[in-house]
């Protein structure tokens, strides 16, 4: 099965921190995600990366950053954290694209951060 | 106009019914469709997973694609408890959601025993 962990399940930070969040999974998977869920907004996709020191901007880069030093460890980072950052943050990571059926991406269990 | 419509709900039916879910989309290009399942307070899970238009079944699951109406759907059938939760659909055009996967904002399910 695949794994895909996240390094804390709640985080309460202040206003202006640097927070880090960490995302690693143990399927050997070329493409990881971070998404950010919010009621009403559903999940919205904030960056991506297709291999190690790359990286996409998806739907909603501002305010946030990314790091990818190994394939399986895939870092957001909130440079100087604000109120309206608070969410559940969701990590996830598939196969490169090939087409197959059971290629799709598998999610970890979130991260809901508030940021105080 | 939003790319993925689903009905937010709450659906509530009685235990042992059949569920109907739906979205509709107005991206040409998707090709790949899911269907995940969320509990509350943890990560969405891959229910169902399909290319193109057409019909996939796992076990009370049946997943439908209708690519000429842009609309999918999820049944359920012999709903129970345990089924209860938010079931997000999401599509992509490219396998393995590799630009990323686009959600409809879920329909939260209740099944009531």
């Known amino acids: 099965d695949v794994k895909v962990t996240q390094s804390s399940r709640y985080l309460v930070k202040r206003t202006g921190e640097k927070v880090f969040l960490e995302c690693v999974q143990d399927m050997d998977h070329e493409n990881m995600f971070w998404y950010r869920q919010d009621p009403g907004l559903g999940l919205r996709l904030i960056y991506f990366s297709y291999d190690v020191k790359m990286k996409e901007k998806g739907d909603i880069p501002e305010g946030y950053s990314v790091s990818r030093e190994k394939k399986e460890r895939f870092s957001l980072i909130l440079e100087s954290a604000s109120t309206n950052q608070t969410s559940m943050y969701l990590c996830?990571?598939?196969?490169?694209?090939?087409?197959?059926?059971?290629?799709?991406?598998?999610f970890g269990p979130g991260t809901r951060l508030t940021v105080l | 106009q939003k790319e993925v419509e689903q009905d937010p709900g709450p659906l509530s039916v009685p235990e042992g019914a059949i569920v109907s879910l739906n979205c509709t989309y107005s991206?040409?290009?998707?090709?790949?469709f899911m269907w995940y399942r969320q509990y509350s307070r943890k990560g969405p899970e891959l229910l169902m997973y399909?290319?193109?238009?057409g019909n996939k079944e796992d076990g009370r699951f049946t997943a439908q694609v209708d690519k000429s109406s842009k609309y999918i759907s999820l049944f359920i059938r012999d709903s129970q408890p345990s089924d209860s939760a938010t079931y997000l659909c999401a599509m992509s055009a490219r396998g393995g959601g590799a630009d990323g996967l686009t959600f409809g904002k879920g329909t939260h399910l209740i099944i009531q025993p």
């Open positions: 399909t290319y193109s238009s």
């Open positions: 991206n040409s290009a998707f090709q790949y």
């Open positions: 996830a990571s598939s196969l490169w694209s090939s087409g197959r059926a059971t290629d799709t991406q598998y």
